[in-house]
């Protein structure tokens, strides 16, 4: 099925405490994106305000509990609750994470890291697979941020997620933040990842905010927090990438320490500058 | 190679060892690195109970609250990715927890909240307006089986729950005197939920009505224990606030 991509403009996270004045104002914003989890109730407010909302923007969804990564197979009972998702919203867009989140023991609720190695890379592109076979569509799949290293690992991270989507057919979400957090935490460079991401697999791209603690070493260790505004050195990076790949479509992920919508908006006017600013750049070449 | 079991048995147990085979760039074991999805599952964990009860948050105080809630967390994991329900069972923990036993109201009140959010996230229906029933003679409305709406939730509780939730919606709170029961109906007439404290006559009537009793069976049960009891005007205040489905049409054509 074809759906409209997202525009290559700002998106925010969609926050219940946003609706009404989201509703009211229809600020200037390129998309929204949810947390299919959070709207997986069979009905109430959440349903009828995010109608209300997709009827003026298009929508990203942005899955946190498929656990692609898992070494079990995936949860056909959530395939079938995001089909649903997905026949009645028409995303346009659906997006998930190369990461685990769920064993034996019930739900994590946390990103959890995969090594990269030929049997992961087997098991992750079969269940993209199954995904995209299960929803009808193409999906993104999105780079983590991680805090440890596989010792077993024998592939590199952006040669792992171009082998998935060179052979499942998927697209990739670029989560600039993630690539600083784990560029920072695994002494890696930041813009040499980018300037090696397959770009032209790139169907989003996400910004959010970190914080900063230390090792057992008492070095740096970023963590991927959403819990403030995007930093300088991600900004600076981000406009590397969008050097790189021309305007995307760019969300900014504010999910914990929710401030005010306008606080948000003065975020979106930054991506917007940077956007523009490439615009400008292809118009005078 | 490290296994996602052996990843979330340390995850899930402090006490456990980082698991093999993880580690920082220097090629370190690094205990601080693998604290970050430890904090990470728990936190998450945490903040998922304090957005579902924020009242019980708020009566008891941050710190005790997250101290409670890691307890909860660390014995009961979510059994999916979709947390709404995550909790259900928190208020039979609160009720166990000894620390919390000062303030006996805590267990109702988060069996309230928890209430609440199954009412919040309830399947949309066409509520009975209390006009539906206006053609419906007296035998045809002693036999009829009217369903709950979907959003209706009922709690009981020999604390006045409903007032001390209330007073927590406005600020500053004012503390309700904490004595006497309360029957608490939550309803979703429109957009959102509604709070009402009803007598326990009427609660005794939906109780009856929501186990699958006619009207007419439903009205005698309430009668049994409350000779007063008006279920006419019951009947029609209730319908007002939204707590049945509307008629299916076989029952609209009787």
Same mark, same amino acid.
């Given at each position: 099925m074809f759906h409209d991509p997202l525009p290559a403009r700002p998106g925010l996270g969609l926050k219940p405490q946003h609706y009404a004045q989201i509703i009211a104002e229809k600020p200037d914003l390129g998309f929204f994106e949810v947390h299919a989890e959070n709207y997986m109730g069979?009905?109430?407010?959440?349903?009828?305000?995010?109608?209300?909302?997709?009827?003026?923007?298009?929508?990203?969804?942005?899955?946190?509990?498929?656990?692609?990564?898992?070494?079990?197979?995936?949860?056909?009972?959530?395939?079938?609750?995001?089909?649903?998702?997905?026949?009645?919203?028409?995303?346009?867009?659906?997006?998930?994470?190369?990461?685990?989140?769920?064993?034996?023991?019930?739900?994590?609720?946390?990103?959890?890291?995969?090594?990269?190695?030929?049997?992961?890379?087997?098991?992750?592109?079969?269940?993209?697979?199954?995904?995209?076979?299960?929803?009808?569509?193409r999906m993104l799949l999105e780079n983590p941020s991680t805090y440890v290293l596989f010792e077993e690992s024998t592939i590199e991270e952006v040669d792992f997620l171009a082998a998935i989507a060179d052979r499942t057919g998927c697209g990739l979400l670029l989560d600039v933040n993630n690539v600083m957090v784990s560029a920072v935490n695994h002494r890696l460079d930041p813009v040499a990842y980018i300037d090696r991401f397959p770009v032209h697999h790139v169907g989003e791209i996400h910004l959010a905010g970190y914080d900063e603690t230390t090792d057992d070493a008492g070095e740096r260790l970023l963590i991927d927090a959403h819990g403030s505004r995007v930093r300088p050195d991600v900004f600076a990076l981000y406009r590397h990438t969008i050097i790189r790949t021309g305007a995307l479509p760019t969300l900014v992920e504010w999910d914990n320490n929710v401030p005010a919508f306008d606080v948000l908006m003065d975020e979106v006017r930054l991506v917007d500058e940077v956007l523009d600013g490439t615009l400008n750049r292809r118009l005078a070449s | 190679m490290t296994s996602q079991s052996q990843f979330t048995r340390a995850l899930t147990d402090p006490a456990q060892p980082v698991p093999a085979g993880l580690v920082s760039p220097r090629g370190s074991v690094d205990s601080k690195r693998f604290a970050v999805y430890r904090n990470n599952v728990h936190v998450s964990l945490v903040g998922a109970l304090a957005a579902r009860f924020p009242v019980t948050r708020q009566l008891v105080g941050e710190e005790f609250f997250a101290g409670m809630a890691r307890l909860y967390v660390g014995q009961t994991k979510p059994k999916g990715p979709v947390l709404l329900h995550y909790g259900d069972s928190f208020p039979d923990f609160v009720a166990q927890f000894p620390p919390a036993s000062g303030l006996p109201y805590l267990p109702d009140l988060a069996r309230l909240e928890a209430a609440w959010t199954d009412a919040y996230n309830a399947a949309d229906v066409d509520v009975l307006v209390p006009a539906d029933?206006?053609?419906?003679?007296?035998?045809?409305?002693?036999?009829?089986? #009217?369903?709950? +709406?979907?959003? /209706?939730?009922? @709690?009981?509780?020999?604390?006045?729950? &409903?007032? #001390?939730?209330? +007073?927590?919606? /406005?600020?500053? @709170?004012?503390?309700?005197?904490?004595? &006497?029961s309360e029957c608490v109906l939550l309803t979703r007439p429109e957009a959102d939920i509604r709070l009402t404290i009803i007598p326990p006559a009427a609660f005794a009537f939906l109780k009856a009505i929501g186990q699958g009793l006619p009207l007419g069976q439903a009205s005698e049960a309430a009668l049994t224990d409350f000779p007063d009891f008006d279920p006419g005007a019951a009947l029609v205040g209730l319908a007002g606030l939204g707590a049945f489905a509307a008629l299916t049409k076989e029952q609209a054509d009787v």
């Open positions: 069979e009905g109430g407010p959440p349903h009828r305000y995010l109608s209300a909302i997709c009827a003026d923007y298009p929508l990203s969804l942005h899955g946190v509990g498929l656990s692609i990564g898992g070494e079990a197979p995936l949860d056909r009972d959530h395939l079938k609750r995001l089909r649903a998702l997905v026949e009645r919203y028409q995303p346009a867009s659906f997006s998930e994470h190369l990461a685990w989140s769920s064993h034996d023991e019930g739900y994590l609720n946390d990103l959890l890291p995969v090594p990269y190695t030929p049997e992961t890379l087997e098991r992750v592109v079969a269940h993209v697979d199954e995904v995209q076979q299960a929803l009808g569509r | 029933l206006s053609t419906i003679g007296g035998d045809a409305l002693a036999a009829l089986d #009217l369903t709950l +709406a979907p959003s /209706t939730r009922l @709690v009981r509780s020999g604390f006045p729950v &409903g007032s #001390l939730w209330s +007073a927590h919606q /406005t600020t500053p @709170v004012s503390i309700p005197a904490l004595s &006497g």
